[in-house]
Nanobody, 126 residues
C-alpha cells in the first residue's frame, strides 16, 4: 500500500503562486506514475499534471500548461506542483494520486490511479 499526504494549499490573489506538496510513504517503490487532479464545487474531478517516473516524462492539461510545473524529489519521496499566474478558475481541491502500474496512455484518467491523497484546498481570489 501507498499513502499520500498533500499540503501547501491556501488563499492567494489572482496572479500569485502556490506550491503544493505530496509526500508518499509505504511501498513507494511500486509507484510508476504520479498525478495531480483537482475538483471544484459542482464539477467533476479533472486532470492537472502527471509525471511518469521511468523516463521522467511530464504531462499537463491545456488549461495549466505554461503556468504549472510538476516535479519530484526522489530522496524525499515527494511530488510538487508549482502553480504560477493563478486564476480564480484554478480554485479547487487538489488531489495527489499514484499508479502502481502504467503502460502508457490514459495518464489523465482518474481510473488509471490506485492511490489518492485527502486533498488540499487552493483558493484564488480575484
Amino acid at each position: 500500500q501507498v499513502q499520500l499526504v498533500e499540503s501547501g494549499g491556501g488563499l492567494v490573489q489572482a496572479g500569485g503562486s502556490l506550491r503544493l506538496s505530496c509526500a508518499a510513504s509505504g511501498r513507494t517503490w511500486i509507484i510508476h506514475l504520479m498525478g495531480w487532479f483537482r475538483q471544484a464545487p459542482g464539477k467533476e474531478r479533472e486532470f492537472v499534471a502527471a509525471n511518469r517516473l521511468s523516463g521522467d516524462s511530464t504531462y499537463y492539461a491545456d488549461s495549466v500548461r505554461g503556468r504549472f510545473t510538476i516535479s519530484r524529489d526522489n530522496v524525499k519521496n515527494t511530488v510538487y506542483l508549482q502553480m504560477n499566474s493563478l486564476k480564480p478558475e484554478d480554485t479547487a481541491v487538489y488531489y495527489c494520486a499514484a499508479a502502481d502500474r502504467y503502460y502508457g496512455g490514459s495518464f489523465d484518467s482518474p481510473r488509471t490511479y490506485d492511490y489518492w491523497g485527502q486533498g488540499t484546498q487552493a483558493t484564488v481570489s480575484s
